[in-house]
């Protein structure tokens, strides 16, 4: 693990699993309190002249992170596919988000550092300035190890931050060698570390340190309330990046292939493991039977398998916990009344091998109070419910806890705008799907926490606020 510049190993080390074996792929450091002093204290000196470069000169850097990703692409998006498991062709559309995180957060050499507002007296001036923070903590989830990394890293380095990152205990390998990257790119020494370990000690020492100026997080809700908890004694500034139960609604005037094949993408892409995921698609009742025709005919072709091979559509599950989670919530649908259309557990032809294989899964039949339609799945398996008013499937939609992302397909505008009024969420997307663009805002409302770190309004995060008066009169 890289500590303070310092690359590190230890005697105590923790698997990393292959999700398409079942095999322990590698093992890596487990950092300890020892680590985590030495890398904040080097951090709080590279900082200090970090921060003080222009916002040019640390552009120059980040432009030569992208380069660097470039060079090792194919590199990178390996190790995404084997230790989290989706397909390469995935995994290298994620490296390519990575390069467009740096490359939005080097454009903001461009942006207003700051503001002169008027001053209520002549020969004085009345400033406010945008400083860098100081030493920001990450952690970040396993589901883009890569992407993620970039997200926050960017713009904590744009902004004239160090930033300390541990990555989820399942996939700290795409940070760990994204970290090479920085520094193989020229990026001053002690600015970026990635501390490997348990969250729930060497994460929580970090978040808690006097040091850490702020915390950004993407992850469970339940572990964003756990580390929002943790911050709150500090009072200092933390981003949230939180789950997730985005609806898909097809109305009666929708483009049926349209919506058909986006919900279809947008459920099963990344083995389904996505915050912004088809969680439950809602579909009019005069268009219901259409769409679950149709969709199944899609379901039932998807290829799942090795996902080094060019050919595979959807990979394993990241881990056995995230496969048992997932399968408890299909069989407590079925237990409760759903109509199992399509798979529901293992694929048929990988029934024995170890992988953390789930088959594509379907489910109809199924009522809005069920937990497969309330609770976060995180898998591959989607519910979907007939509506009959828009009133109804507004009040469906807004019905869970999550408030990240809706999809909605209509041909009608005025459906569509007053949707954009009604939907609960903090990203609604009419007659398209996701991913989310680099210069919007990622932002989450309710359970699906405080908003996320892109576009102006997330790299704004990364910066604080100073007001300067200044007195420049001359004496008689």
């Not at 969709?295 to 799942?304: A, D, M, Q, S």
Request: aromatic residues 8%; contains cysteine; charged residues 25%.
């Amino acid at each position: 693990m890289l500590v303070g510049g310092r690359w590190v190993s230890t005697d105590e080390t923790r698997p990393v699993d292959n999700p398409a074996t079942g095999d322990v792929l590698t093992e890596v450091p487990e950092a300890g309190p020892e680590h985590l002093e030495e890398t904040l204290a080097v951090a709080y000196k590279a900082q200090k002249d970090w921060g003080r470069r222009t916002y040019a000169e640390r552009a120059d850097v980040l432009a030569a992170v992208i380069d660097t990703v470039e060079e090792h692409a194919e590199e990178l998006a390996q190790i995404v596919v084997a230790e989290q498991g989706k397909t390469i062709t995935e995994a290298r559309g994620e490296i390519g988000g990575v390069k467009a995180f740096f490359d939005f957060a080097l454009t903001q050499k461009y942006r207003n550092v700051g503001e002169v507002v008027a001053s209520s007296a002549a020969n004085r001036q009345l400033m406010v300035r945008e400083e860098p923070i100081g030493i920001v903590a990450a952690i970040i989830p396993w589901n883009f190890p890569a992407a993620i990394f970039a997200r926050k890293v960017a713009p904590a380095l744009m902004a004239g931050n160090a930033i300390v990152l541990k990555p989820s205990e399942l996939t700290p390998l795409s940070a760990l060698a994204m970290a090479k990257v920085c520094e193989k790119a020229g990026v001053p020494a002690g600015l970026v570390s990635v501390l490997t370990g348990g969250g729930r000690s060497i994460g929580k020492a970090l978040v808690e340190h006097p040091l850490v100026g702020m915390v950004t997080v993407t992850g469970s809700t339940r572990a964003g309330r756990e580390i929002l908890a943790q911050a709150a004694h500090k009072v200092i500034p933390v981003s949230l990046e939180l789950g997730g139960k985005a609806p898909v609604i097809v109305f009666d005037d929708a483009d049926l292939d349209l919506a058909v094949q986006e919900a279809f993408e947008s459920r099963f892409w990344n083995c389904g493991q996505v915050c912004t995921c088809n969680e439950r698609t809602y579909v009019q009742r005069g268009v219901h039977d259409e769409f679950v025709r149709r969709l199944l005919e899609k379901v039932n072709g998807l290829v799942v398998g090795d996902p080094l091979d060019e050919g595979s559509q959807i990979g394993p599950k990241v881990s056995q916990a995230e496969w048992d989670k997932v399968k408890a919530f299909v069989d407590g649908a079925v237990d409760a009344g759903a109509r199992l259309e399509t798979g529901g557990g293992r694929p048929e032809d990988l029934a024995d091998d170890k992988g953390f294989w789930f088959a594509p899964t379907v489910l109809t039949g199924v009522s809005n109070e069920m937990d497969i339609v309330q609770q976060e799945v995180f898998g591959p398996v989607l519910p979907i419910i007939p509506f009959d008013t828009y009133d109804e499937v507004v009040e469906y939609a807004n019905s869970t806890d999550y408030g990240l992302t809706a999809y909605a397909y209509t041909e009608d505008f005025r459906t569509a705008l007053s949707l954009t009024e009604d939907l609960e969420f903090g990203e609604v997307y009419i007659n398209q799907t996701g991913p989310e663009q680099v210069q919007g805002f990622h932002t989450g409302w309710k359970m699906s926490g405080l908003g996320g770190d892109d576009g102006q309004h997330g790299f704004e995060r990364y910066t604080r606020k100073k007001t300067v008066y200044l007195d420049y009169r001359r004496g008689s």
